[in-house]
Nanobody, 120 residues
């Protein structure tokens, strides 16, 4: 069983930055895929970024490329999402996700979510 706990959400003005953290507990391995999703009001949950738990190639949604950076620090059991140049449309609940299958097509594990609000 894997538990995920997100922190770091909050309110920020457009153009600002936030860093989200996802602390991972329970059993994981280098096979795990880790990532972030988000859900805005009235919209479906969407993929944001992913990274292998062991590090390596990252993947981003087109809407956040060049602005967001995903990283993992295994020694701290933490996955980060650095969000820069935030836009109004980035407002959403952000969820950490994990799956042992090397991809996040249908993540098995989810965090409880953290709210990010971007204002003008």
């Amino acid at each position: 069983q894997v538990q995920l706990a997100e922190t770091g959400g909050g309110s920020v003005q457009a153009g600002g930055s936030l860093r989200l953290s996802c602390v991972v507990s329970g059993y994981t391995s280098s096979n795990y895929a880790m990532g972030w999703f988000r859900q805005a009001p009235g919209k479906e949950r969407e993929f944001v970024a992913s990274i292998p738990w062991s590090g390596g190639a990252t993947n981003y949604a087109d809407s956040v490329k060049g602005r967001f950076i995903i990283s993992s620090v295994n020694a701290k059991n933490t996955v980060y999402l650095q969000m820069n140049n935030l836009k109004l449309e980035d407002t959403a609940v952000y969820y950490c996700a994990a799956d042992p299958s090397r991809n996040l097509i249908a993540p098995r594990y989810w965090g409880q979510g953290t709210q990010v609000t971007v204002s003008s």
